[in-house]
């Protein structure tokens, strides 16, 4: 369905523990992006990348890092998970960025204690 | 950086009757917009875009005009119906970049 999964779809975490998301597509597709869902702000970008082992920075990057080893697989780190993360984690991919649209996964409903 | 300011943030019509939801932008060189759907519980699906090139486009019961002096653009939905209420982002790219910035999202509720 729609080439993208997310894993895991629920997850709840302790404060102060590593936490990482997955994001799997199976189109190929260069461009990779991880977004935040918070009532109120919409869609924030954390970071994305343009190609393996290319990643670049978005609006609300502090406190998580990304990893790109190979085409189809887009890794998000929360190092130490704080409160403040607690939020719906979507990834998006685009076959040749912006203006080809995004298909986004299913989300991930993180939550922080 | 980019910017975009959706308006409003939550809006409740009469099924059959139109909707309307607005979004600014600041970045002059933005010429790629595109209105993403999303479903309760659902990931966000594109349901339009517009180009610079174009003041509207249409499909449908959805339409979405552009006015780049303002550096405006709308969502219209006419004749709502039910399956209509979810949220709706508005987004704003250039063609080239490797990113959109998403407006803040709306709430549509169409009530029968």
């Known amino acids: 369905d729609a080439g993208i999964t997310q894993s895991p779809r629920h997850k709840v975490t302790e404060t102060g523990t590593p936490v990482t998301l997955r994001c799997h597509q199976t189109?190929?597709?260069?461009?990779m992006y991880w977004y935040r869902q918070d009532p109120g702000h919409g869609l924030r970008l954390i970071h994305y990348?343009?190609?393996?082992?290319?990643?670049d920075k978005g609006e609300v990057s502090d406190g998580y890092s990304v990893s790109r080893s190979k085409t189809e697989d887009f890794l998000l780190t929360l190092e130490s998970a704080t409160s403040s993360q607690t939020s719906v984690y979507f990834c998006a991919i685009s076959e040749g960025g912006v203006s080809y649209g995004y298909t986004f996964g299913s989300g991930t409903r993180l939550t922080v204690v | 950086g980019e910017n975009v300011e959706q308006h409003p943030s939550t809006l409740s019509v009469q099924e059959g009757d139109s909707a309307v939801i607005k979004c600014t932008y600041s970045?002059?060189?933005?010429?790629?917009f595109p209105w993403y759907k999303q479903e309760l519980g659902k990931r966000p699906q594109l349901i339009i875009d517009?180009?610079?090139?174009?003041g509207e486009k249409k499909d449908q019961r959805i339409a979405v005009t552009l006015n780049k002096t303002a550096k405006h653009f709308s969502l219209h939905i006419t004749e709502t119906q039910p399956e209509d209420s979810a949220v709706y982002f508005c987004a704003a790219g250039f063609q080239g970049a490797q990113k959109l910035v998403f407006g803040q999202g709306t709430r549509l509720t169409i009530n029968p």
């Open positions: 517009i180009r610079s090139n174009v």
């Open positions: 189109e190929n597709h260069r461009y």
């Open positions: 990348s343009y190609g393996v082992k290319d990643t």
């Open positions: 970045d002059s060189a933005s010429n790629y």
